[in-house]
């Protein structure tokens, strides 16, 4: 399945949710949910209508794959994952979601939306540990400097995004210093960091059927 090309924020409409997927215009008065919290489409007004339980699984399931911007094969080889480690296998799927480094990138304020981090990501903008990373699914751990090369300091775009930092909030689990550009993961996300409006549970039941 290729990567979703077209408008994002019918996205957003479809799940009924915002999603934050096109930065600082989520913000704005231009956001598209807030002027038209319906789904797309023709009909979209009279489109609603109460789901199966399979349906409510699947919105919930594609409501977080679209908000961390994955593919199916991706989002089922984290949750694959997540199976095997110990602990509850939702708050797992979520942990690993948080700690890619595209969302990283993003938390960290460098960026306006998770998109624009991978983009950043496979143009080798920044560093953990000191080495280069160019794989925005790549897991940081807990310890793991993340900063941004000498070279790329100067960007505009990045500068912008960082002095928006405090509106979108900063993640307790990541230190982040601004003039060093740099952040340090403190500890793995536990459930609480997560704040967005996730329901794991209906994932876990939809791939165990």
């Known amino acids: 399945m290729a990567r979703y ?7 957003c409409r479809r ?12 913000y704005s008065d231009k956001c598209a949910f807030d002027r038209r919290s319906y789904s797309p489409g023709q009909h979209g007004q009279n489109k609603r209508r109460k789901l199966s339980d399979y349906g409510v699984q699947l919105r919930e399931k594609q409501k977080v794959k679209r908000m ?3 593919v199916e094969k991706q989002f089922r080889s984290f949750f694959q994952r997540s199976e095997r480690q110990k602990g509850i296998t939702g ?3 979520l942990s690993f979601l948080e700690r890619r480094l595209d969302n990283i990138v ?4 460098f960026v306006n939306s998770r998109t624009q981090a991978r983009h950043f990501v496979r143009h080798c903008h920044f560093l953990v540990n000191g080495k280069k ?11 793991d400097i993340i900063e941004l090369k000498e070279k790329s300091r100067t960007v505009k775009t990045i500068l912008d995004s960082l002095s928006a930092l405090e509106r979108r909030g900063m993640p ?3 230190e982040i210093d601004k003039d060093k550009f740099k952040g ?3 500890d793995y996300p536990s459930r609480e960091d997560i704040t967005m409006p996730i329901q794991e549970q209906l994932i876990v039941e939809l791939y165990s059927k």
């Open 5 to 11: 090309r077209g408008p994002v924020c019918r996205l």
């Open 15 to 26: 799940e009924n949710v915002k999603l934050f997927l096109k930065g600082d215009r989520c």
């Open 68 to 70: 961390y911007g994955l």
């Open 91 to 93: 708050t797992n799927l």
């Open 106 to 109: 993003y938390r960290m304020g």
């Open 133 to 143: 990373v160019n794989i925005p699914s790549f897991i940081v751990e807990k310890g």
């Open 172 to 174: 307790k689990w990541i």
């Open 184 to 186: 340090i993961i403190k």
